[in-house]
Each structure stands twice: as structure tokens, then as C-alpha cells.
């Protein structure tokens, strides 16, 4: 619960936000940490580039705020049951479980250390808690009792528990959708309409009925939780009840944070998010990613091309959260001989020299990137800062060191990756992966295949790493 006599702590940062439509100042109300819960993946296949540009916004936002001495908390939960698909009313991860033939938690366990992997290649800094949702039921058991106790949920003739929309006054707010305006039949959610008292309510518990595999005992009978119901669960118990930021994708507004909202809500009795803060979308050549249209893009199709992932952080850094992206192929080539060219000039520049000149030409580009993140801005005024003849290398490598500590292009790496081919970096790409899903046997017969390219690979806890030998 917030503390009405704590003072919040006032950040430099800005954003907008989705609730209010406008831009916010940020602050942390508990007057010490900023409080981030960001939506994590489903666990059920690798998260594609579009689901990396929306978590690698609570690092942009962590990674700047820090370098005004502002700290934050994130956590970021794993979808590992409950999430439904759209089309077939069917849990995505029992889906992929009989389609592969495979426990659905060793799958869950597969993906969830991959993506942990793209994040360290994308330079992401981990959160500081990953919950799991099938590790959290007790949590969300008690906070589907507790709005049971307050009138805000029901058991439904089918025994699952739903959600009274109907009395949470303000639901709507984040989406601009009103109970009044959703018409009954409108598939925003999958359950049956049969067993609930009102069209827009949604489940919180769903009896198992058939389903044998990944259901829990509860005061209810045996089934499992509803997707929303996870994050109001998990935001309110590891956030102590007070969320300054959160963050998703713009699918997400509805009906996920809208739910997610109305529970957290009802059940506190205040408004426990401060700031709703969504991504725009990226597309790839010009179309919404989907396994069906073959446009997926994985970080490992980006290692697989010789490029560096990188080069997918530069390529978001260079567009506002709030506008829509269309990557290319193209782009991030470009986006890939940027960043070698920044690498090989910071190491012509050589040493920084921070004059008070530096200082201020500096704090104007943080300044643009607390701006509601215009990061973009800020890398338009580092081109020109690179181009410009006038300035001194040392002045040059300040500015780039020090915007790096926030952009995480690994700026003064030592360009041996310019020296692999694209054979060799695919064999690296394909091994970290075969580590990731624990496939020891592959994973040995990769490192032999580029020991005879000249590639020494080592493993540590951080990860994969390699030397050139040959
Ligand atoms: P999921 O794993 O499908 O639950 O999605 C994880 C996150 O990625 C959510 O915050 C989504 O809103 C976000 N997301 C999904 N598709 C895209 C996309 N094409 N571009 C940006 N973010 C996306
Ligand atoms: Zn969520």
C-alpha cells in the first residue's frame, strides 16, 4: 500500500501515458525506487523481434533513469499457463505440447531460456524477478477470493470464477472501450458466454471440464487461472500494491490491461498503476509478423545473416516507442555497419575527455532521451557529432562512451565479430541455442564444427563465448 506520507521521488523522465493520453512526469511514489512491471512472454515459442522491441523498452527506461541515479524495480512475469490463442479457445502452450509431443512445462522451461538469451544478446539487462504463473497460483488464488469477499467476482454455473464488470465503475478508461459500447458476441475473450451473468465478464478461475494437464486444486474444483489475472496477482505482490510504470505492447491495452486494471483496482480499493505505458508495434516488410504470412523474425535469423543483434537495438533506438516500426532486412544491415563504423572510430578517437563543453552537449542529448524517450532524436544528433571535423576525437569519444552506457550498442567492443563469417556465426547462433535447450549432445558436435573453422568456443555462466584461433 502507498504510504500517503511518503514524499514520491520526481525522475527527469517523461512518457506517456495510455490512461490519461498524455505526457507524464514519472515519478516513484514510495520516494526511493521507480516500480516496473512489463508484460513477459508466452512460453510456448521464441519471442520474435516485434516482442523484443516491447521488452527492450523497460531497459531503455531503467538504463537512462539510472544515469540520473534514479533506481527501479522490474518485474516481468513468464506466461506459462493461461494464455489462451484466439482462434482455437485452446491454451497455446498445450497446443505446442501435443503438436511436439512434449511435457508442456519442458517446453515452457525450452523457451523461457531462450529468451532469456535473446535478451543478453539485445545487451537487456535481466529483471530483477521473472515469476512464473504456474508458480504463482496460491497468489492468484487469494486475490480471485478476495474480490469473491469484496462482490467484484462470481462463481459461475460452470463453476469457473468471472469477473463483474459491471461493477467496476470505470472500466474503459485505458482503451476507451465502455461496457455500453461492447456489443454481447464480440470475441474479446475466450471463455463461453453460457456460464456468466454478463457478456464482458471475464474469467478469473476456469474449471478444468476436460482438460487434465496443467490444472491446480482450488476452492472452486480443479482447473486454471486466466491470463489476467496473473498480472494483477503478481504486480501487486511483488510491487508492494503500487505500480508507477507499467508497460506491454499496444495489443495489450485491451482486454488485458483493461481486466488487469479493473481487478487490481477492485481489489485494493485505489489506483494501483500510476502510468500505463504501450509500444507501438514493429512489422516487418511492411506486414504484422505471423507464422502463417512467414515473416517471423527471430534474433537468431539476425546471428544466422552475419549481423549483429545489435543491430536491432540500434534499429529501435532509432524510432519512438509510439510509432510503428517496418524493419528491414535493409535497415539492419544498415543499422549493423552503424554500429561497426561507431566501434571503429570510438577506437580512433581514443581516449574521453569530459570538458564542460562535452558535459553540457551531453546532458542535452540525455535530456532528449528522458523526453518521453527520444532516443531517436538523440542519435540524429549523434551522427552529426560523429560527421562534424571540428569537434575533438576526445570530445567525440565522451559523448558516444558516456550515451552508450544508456543505448548498450557495446560501443567499445573490440571488432573481432567483423572477422567471422557468416558460416561461423550461423554454427554460434545454432550452438547457443542448442545449449539454451539443454541439448549437450548437439551443442558438442557445434563447438567441434567451429574448433575445425578456427573458433574456440567457451562456456560460462553469463553465457556462450568465442576466440579466434586460426
Ligand atoms: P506474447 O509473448 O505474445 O504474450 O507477447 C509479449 C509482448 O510482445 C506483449 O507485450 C505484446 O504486446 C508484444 N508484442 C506482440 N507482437 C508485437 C509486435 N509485432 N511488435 C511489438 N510488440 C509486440
Ligand atoms: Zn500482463
Known amino acids: ?78 506466461t506459462d499457463v493461461g494464455h489462451m490463442s484466439e482462434d482455437l479457445h485452446e491454451d497455446k502452450l498445450l497446443a505446442e505440447s501435443s503438436a511436439r509431443k512434449m511435457d508442456p512445462f519442458e517446453i515452457a522451461r525450452e523457451f523461457e531460456s531462450r529468451f532469456h ?93 476436460e482438460r487434465t494437464e496443467m490444472i491446480w486444486d482450488s476452492p472452486w474444483g480443479a482447473g486454471f487461472p486466466g491470463w ?16 508507477d510504470l507499467h508497460l506491454g505492447g499496444i495489443d495489450l491495452r485491451f482486454p488485458h490491461h483493461e481486466n488487469e486494471r479493473a481487478q ?27 507464422k502463417s504470412a512467414g515473416n517471423v523474425v527471430l534474433v537468431s535469423d539476425i546471428v544466422a545473416r ?15 516507442y509510439r510509432s510503428q516500426i517496418d524493419l528491414t532486412w535493409d535497415a539492419l544491415a544498415a543499422a549493423d555497419s552503424t554500429i561497426k563504423r561507431w566501434r571503429k572510430k570510438l577506437k580512433d578517437w581514443g581516449a574521453s575527455d569530459a570538458t564542460p563543453e562535452a558535459q553540457i552537449v551531453l546532458s542535452q542529448l540525455v535530456e532528449l532521451v528522458l523526453d518521453d524517450l527520444g532516443s531517436a532524436d538523440a542519435i540524429v544528433e549523434l551522427r552529426r557529432i560523429e560527421r562534424d571535423e571540428h569537434l575533438a576525437p576526445s570530445f567525440r569519444a565522451f559523448i558516444f562512451r558516456e550515451l552508450d552506457q544508456i543505448f548498450s550498442l557495446d560501443l567499445d567492443r573490440a571488432e573481432e565479430s567483423a572477422r567471422l563469417t557468416s558460416e561461423q556465426e550461423g554454427l554460434l547462433a545454432a550452438r547457443a541455442e542448442a545449449r539454451a535447450a539443454k541439448d549437450f549432445a548437439q551443442s558438442d558436435l557445434l563447438r ?22 586460426l
Not at 475473450?189 to 453460457?194: A, M, Q, R
Not at 489475472?229 to 508492494?240: F, K, P, R, V
Open 1 to 78: 500500500m502507498t504510504d500517503a506520507m511518503t514524499r514520491a521521488l520526481e525522475t527527469k523522465l517523461s512518457l506517456f501515458d495510455t490512461r490519461t493520453r498524455k505526457v507524464a512526469s514519472i515519478s516513484a511514489s514510495n520516494g526511493s525506487h521507480l516500480r516496473i512491471y512489463s508484460c513477459g512472454p508466452t512460453v510456448y515459442r521464441d519471442a520474435h523481434v516485434g516482442n523484443l522491441r516491447t521488452f527492450l523498452l523497460s531497459d531503455l527506461i531503467i538504463k537512462v533513469l539510472k544515469y540520473t541515479g534514479v533506481d527501479a524495480r522490474l518485474v516481468q512475469n513468464i
Open 117 to 209: 538469451h535473446d535478451l543478453q544478446l539485445l545487451g537487456v539487462n535481466p529483471a530483477n524477478i521473472y515469476p512464473r504463473a504456474s508458480e504463482s497460483i496460491e497468489m492468484m488464488q487469494s486475490l480471485i477470493s478476495q474480490l469473491i469477499e469484496k462482490g467484484h467476482a462470481y462463481v459461475g454455473t460452470d463453476s469457473s470464477v468471472y469477473f463483474d464488470a459491471r461493477s467496476f465503475e470505470s472500466y474503459g478508461e485505458i482503451s476507451g472501450n465502455r461496457l455500453d459500447a461492447l456489443k454481447p458476441g464480440h470475441r474479446y475473450e475466450y471463455t463461453d458466454d453460457g456460464a456468466k451473468r454478463f457478456h464482458a465478464d471475464w474469467a478469473l478461475w476456469k474449471a478444468a471440464g
Open 228 to 243: 489476467h489475472i496473473e498480472c494483477s496477482a503478481m504486480s501487486l505482490h511483488y510491487l508492494d500494491g503500487a505500480v
Open 264 to 290: 487490481s483496482n477492485a481489489a485494493a480499493g485505489y489506483e494501483v498503476v500510476s502510468n500505463w505505458v504501450h509500444g507501438e508495434h514493429l512489422l516487418f516488410e511492411g506486414r504484422k509478423m505471423s
Open 306 to 320: 552475419g549481423l549483429d543483434p545489435l543491430a536491432l537495438r540500434l534499429t529501435f533506438l532509432e524510432n519512438r
Open 448 to 469: 567441434d564444427q567451429l574448433r575445425a573453422l578456427g573458433v574456440e568456443v567457451k562456456d560460462s555462466a553469463s553465457g556462450q563465448s568465442y576466440e579466434i584461433i
